[in-house]
């Protein structure tokens, strides 16, 4: 008869584990939350089982506890899981070692995957002074293929919303591109005739980028053009620039001047970013009449101006500190000069000539300056560069995005 009551209590245990496998299964499948999971654990491991302490640790960014019933707060305190915990890599009975910190525990059961540990289970007795056998050994195998479930559905859950927030900033990075793509003007767009030429070029460090040129024609005579560069890079810095853009052409079509223009820009970025970002800004007003350039460089790459009747090069480098950088900006000092025929005048950003192999600058100025003076041709300047920096041992060395903008005046 003794027999047969102990073969219906193994029975019954063996159908409460089955059903408990089931419910934990079902649990995931019904996508329970991992606190949801850790508790239904708990209770099986406390209420049926009479497993009264458990711990689990567990790995993200860092190793932390995610589960912690049946102990004390001041019990984990004394825990140091470097020293205690984290060193083994196989079950072990505590019991048996001389660890006060460990005292009120029997087992440590490390979940691995591979080589990497996943999580650590420390599990107990609710009463150490029961006789017969440990219900934490009596139930060992069990409870450690139910925390192998546990542990694999918590990663799978990570790994889901991790999917899940990738797949949201792609969506935003596709988005980013396509407003990005409204503010680069393409070739087709900018005027090529016999008075000027104007061409682009705009390499991004990632599918979008910090970097902003426009072109903005007011008249068959008169048009103004800009480049700038924000700090950073990524999702932010595009969308900063989309706001940007849209205030440089406001700007611009209120003929407004180009020191209150700047003056405005400055107050506009540091309200925007906090002084967290700054936009180094060029910006130029040419007259066709009397083939004057106004310009202010707002901490920008002065530009490359090329006379075409000294046939000598200068930088285009009046102005002020970049926009965004301080609430009081320095004198704002306008820069003015003549454009005879056949002048050409490049800007770009410093993603150009930051670009280096076997730790050598790959474009200099001064390879710049011997282009412009060998081919007096803006297209042929930037087919030269672009044919460079294209190289494919180029391709991981990107830091920054990269731009020109060039005028060619006939």
């Known amino acids: 008869m003794a027999s047969t009551g102990a073969s219906k209590k193994r ?42 302490k458990v711990v689990i640790y567990h790995h993200l960014d860092n190793w932390k506890i995610i589960l912690r019933s049946g102990v004390s707060y001041q019990v984990i305190r004394k825990i140091n899981f470097e020293r205690d915990v984290k060193p083994h890599n196989e079950i072990v009975h505590v019991t048996f070692q001389e660890n006060e910190q460990l005292k009120n525990f029997d087992f440590i059961i490390p979940i691995f995957h591979k080589d990497k540990a996943l999580a650590y289970v420390v599990v107990g007795d609710f009463d150490e002074e029961t006789t017969g056998v440990s219900p934490s050994i009596k139930h060992l195998q069990f409870i450690q293929t139910l925390a192998n479930i546990i542990i694999v559905a918590v990663e799978n859950k990570i790994l889901f919303k991790e999917n899940i927030e990738k797949e949201a900033m792609k969506k935003e990075m596709e988005l980013a591109s396509k407003v ?30 910090g970097d902003y040129y426009d072109f903005i024609p007011f008249n068959n005579d008169e048009f103004a053009f800009c480049i700038a560069d924000v700090s950073g890079k990524g999702v932010s810095a595009s ?19 180009l020191r209150k223009m700047v003056k405005e820009l400055n107050s506009i970025v540091l309200s925007m970013t906090k002084s967290e970002r700054f936009i180094t800004f060029f910006v130029g007003k040419y007259n066709g009449k009397t083939n004057e350039l106004q310009y202010i460089n707002a901490g920008h790459n002065p530009p490359f101006f090329f006379n075409g009747s000294s046939q000598k090069i200068s930088y285009l480098s009046n102005g002020t500190s970049g926009l965004g950088m301080v609430d009081n900006m320095p004198t704002i000092k306008l820069g003015r000069i003549k454009v005879p025929s056949n002048s050409i005048l490049m800007a770009y950003t410093d993603g150009l000539v930051e670009l280096s192999y076997n730790d050598e600058v790959s474009v200099r100025l001064e390879d710049i300056e011997d282009l412009i003076l060998s081919k007096r041709n803006i297209s042929q300047v930037i087919y030269n560069i672009r044919f460079k920096i294209e190289q494919p041992f180029f391709a991981s060395r990107y830091f920054d995005d990269i731009s020109i903008l060039g005028i060619q005046f006939y």
Not at 186 to 206: A, D, K, M, T, W
């Open 11 to 52: 029975l019954r245990l063996s159908n409460f584990k089955l059903k408990a496998l089931l419910e934990i299964t079902q649990a995931i499948n019904e996508n329970v939350s991992t606190q949801g999971l850790l508790n239904q654990f708990s209770v099986i491991l406390q209420d049926y089982l009479h497993v009264g």
């Open 180 to 209: 990005q793509s409204f503010l680069i003007p393409q070739n087709e767009s900018l005027p090529q005739n016999e008075r000027i030429f104007v061409e682009g070029y705009y390499h991004p460090h990632f599918d979008i980028g």
């Open 239 to 257: 969308l900063l620039m989309a706001n940007f853009q849209a205030n440089v052409r406001a700007m611009l079509r209120q003929k407004m001047s």
